[in-house]
């Protein structure tokens, strides 16, 4: 057990080098949970490897246990940390995130916000990242929004999970007590815990979603009589993960009044820009016309519920 424990300390630290190397931007601009897990792996990983090196001790009872269990812990924890570690945003959403003379950012642990420099409050727009992709990701997609003149507020996920956040709208309309009418969006799972919030939504003084946007995403039950949102589902007619099969079949949990727009060779990791993603479809349009799609039925769906 003693060389096993090393062995799980080694590749502990193994990961976390990893994970900083290959995704440090989005580790360091992300949810701070993350970079703290990253922080206490190698503190427990060192502490194990350390104490390693004493002459084992006869343990007996409880104490015996928990030499046989930890180590088993730290593989299970280790894998938990190599599947987290996020999609990091890549150009031209970097580019997007830009301040000038149209759109103000601001950036902080929970959040990035877009602001119109000369825009009203009338409508904000909500967005829930998907499972393990930066918020910054979603700059360039987004931006076109701020530029229309809604203001847009980014979620950054602890550990970017969607469902570790849904508190976020509630957290944007006391934040913001100015926008008249909120927007809930998002892509992936994102969107899935978008519609959860903007069914739940209620009348409590904080303001009722009046639309749901969805990137590649449906509702994980029948919100059909339950809504009262109005409902825009965007999607790529190549997306490998969701497919068009369960596009179609989320109509059936959406009010019948919900609109459909598939971009037509568009794939899964269009509706952000962080690169590839396992088990997506080949896309047949580029990048940058899906985006621009995607963008222009945003703004049209958003632009609609302006009172």
Known sequence: MVWFSRGVAAVALAVVAWACLTAWPAVVHGHPAYAVLLALTVVVAVVSLVRSLGEPRERGGFRRFLRVAAPVLGVLWVAAMWWLRPFSAVEPALAALQSDATVTVTESMTDIVLTPVSGSDEVGVLFQPGAKVEA?????????????????????????????????????????????RWVVAGHSLGGTVAAIEAESSTADGLGVAAGLLLYASYPASDMSDTLGSSVLSVSGSLDGLATPSDIDASRANLPPTATFTVIEGAVHAYFGDYGPQPGDGTPTISHDDARAQISAASVEFVDGLVP
């Open 136 to 180: 910054r990701a979603y700059a360039a997609v987004l931006r076109p929004l701020a530029e229309a003149g809604h203001r847009v507020v980014i979620v950054k996920q602890p550990l970017s999970i969607a469902f570790l956040a849904l508190g976020a709208f509630d957290s944007a309309r006391s934040a913001y007590p100015e926008v008249q």
